[in-house]
T-cell receptor, first 112, second 119 residues
Framework: KQEVTQIPAALSVPEGENLVLNCSFT??????LQWFRQDPGKGLTSLLL?????REQTSGRLNASLDKSSGRSTLYIAASQPGDSATYLC???????????FGKGTKLTVNP | KAGVTQTPRYLIKTRGQQVTLSCSPI?????VSWYQQTPGQGLQFLFE???????NKGNFPGRFSGRQFSNSRSEMNVSTLELGDSALYLC??????????????????FGNGTRLTVT
């Protein structure tokens, strides 16, 4: 059974700092991995989608990497801003069942 | 382009009642999926519909059901509500369904959810 883990559960950083969020998954048989952000009381916003054959994706200040063999992904946020404060979730579409399996997220706070 | 719309935003029900939640996908999107989010379990997949057919189902009891209409709008129903059903229910739409590995590249667009409280 696929399990997705995100460590740490919460992170607080000063504005301007570069930071890395981690995601690990137990079964490397995935179709893709996605990173989302969720603001309080809201739905999820898709940030980056990495196909299983890709190693990384970039969008603006965000860069996500994928290492299927080790079951790990990282989301790098450059020059963090208070507006980046949110919960960040990663999710994989697992092979076989084709279900989307989420981690429990990392709550990021960027302090001005 | 309008985003994914979920109604109602908030619901309060009592144990034993049933509830129906609605989701209108982005225009042109044919796939709708549903998720339950709780503080303890996080986000869990409920089911996915594509062209009015259920494509996939999560590990939830039969009290949870859904359907999709010809205009791609979807509803989910929970019967005989329990206290543990209190959660944020999210739906998401995408352009394509999970019909093949190549179609997994359509990002999901989420609605703001329906907050269900069971008392």
């Amino acid at each position: 059974k696929q399990e997705v883990t995100q460590i740490p559960a919460a992170l607080s950083v000063p504005e301007g700092e570069n930071l890395v969020l981690n995601c690990s998954f137990t079964d490397s048989a995935i179709y893709n991995l996605q990173w989302f952000r969720q603001d309080p009381g809201k739905g999820l916003t898709s940030l980056l989608l990495i196909q299983s054959s890709q190693r990384e994706q970039t969008s603006g200040r965000l860069n996500a990497s994928l290492d299927k063999s080790s079951g790990r992904s990282t989301l790098y946020i450059a020059a963090s801003q208070p507006g980046d404060s949110a919960t960040y979730l990663c999710a994989v579409i697992e092979g076989g069942s084709e279900k989307l399996v989420f981690g429990k997220g990392t709550k990021l706070t960027v302090n001005p | 382009k309008a985003g994914v719309t979920q109604t109602p935003r908030y619901l309060i029900k009592t144990r034993g009642q049933q509830v129906t939640l609605s989701c209108s996908p982005i225009s042109g999107h044919r796939s709708v999926s549903w998720y339950q989010q709780t503080p303890g379990q996080g986000l869990q997949f409920l089911f996915e519909y594509f062209s009015e057919t259920q494509r996939n189902k999560g590990n939830f009891p039969g009290r949870f059901s859904g359907r999709q209409f010809s205009n791609s709008r979807s509803e989910m129903n929970v019967s005989t509500l329990e206290l543990g059903d209190s959660a944020l229910y999210l739906c998401a739409s995408s352009l394509e369904g999970r019909v093949s590995a190549s179609s997994y590249n359509s990002p999901l667009h989420f609605g703001n959810g329906t907050r269900l409280t069971v008392t």
